[in-house]
Nanobody, 112 residues
Framework: QVQLVESGGGLVQPGGSLRLSCVAS????????MGWYRQAPGKQRELVAR???????NYADSVKGRFTISRDNVKNTVYLQMNSLKPEDTAVYYC??????WGQGTQVTVSS
C-alpha cells in the first residue's frame, strides 16, 4: 500500500527556516509528480509547491523566492526547504504523490 510519511515540522520564529521531508513507499516514486500542500485553520488546503518527474517545479506566489522543493529518487524522498518563514506560513503541511495519495501532515508554526 502507498505510504507517505512527512517529518520536519515544528515551531520556528519569524525569519527562520525549516526543511520538511516526505518519504514515499508503495509507489513508483521516480515516475510520480510530488507536491506539498498546506491547510491553515479555517482555510482550504492550498498548493505550496510541486515537482514533476522531469524536475519541473511550480510554486504558490506567496512562497516564491522563499521555499524550494526538491526530490531524491534514490531515497524516495521529496523535500521542502522553507526560508524566511512568516506567521502566515503557519499550517499543517501535507505531502501528495501523483494526484491521489496524501500523507498525514506535519504542523508548522511560525511564531515569536
Amino acid at each position: 500500500q502507498v505510504q507517505l510519511v512527512e517529518s520536519g515540522g515544528g515551531l520556528v520564529q519569524p525569519g527562520g527556516s525549516l526543511r520538511l521531508s516526505c518519504v514515499a513507499s508503495g509507489i513508483a516514486f521516480r515516475l510520480n509528480a510530488m507536491g506539498w500542500y498546506r491547510q491553515a485553520p479555517g482555510k482550504q488546503r492550498e498548493l505550496v509547491a510541486r515537482i514533476t518527474s522531469a524536475l519541473y517545479t511550480n510554486y504558490a506566489d506567496s512562497v516564491k523566492g522563499r521555499f524550494t522543493i526538491s526530490r531524491d529518487n534514490v531515497k524516495n524522498t521529496v523535500y521542502l526547504q522553507m526560508n524566511s518563514l512568516k506567521p502566515e506560513d503557519t499550517a499543517v503541511y501535507y505531502c501528495q504523490a501523483g494526484s491521489s495519495y496524501w500523507g498525514q501532515g506535519t504542523q508548522v508554526t511560525v511564531s515569536s
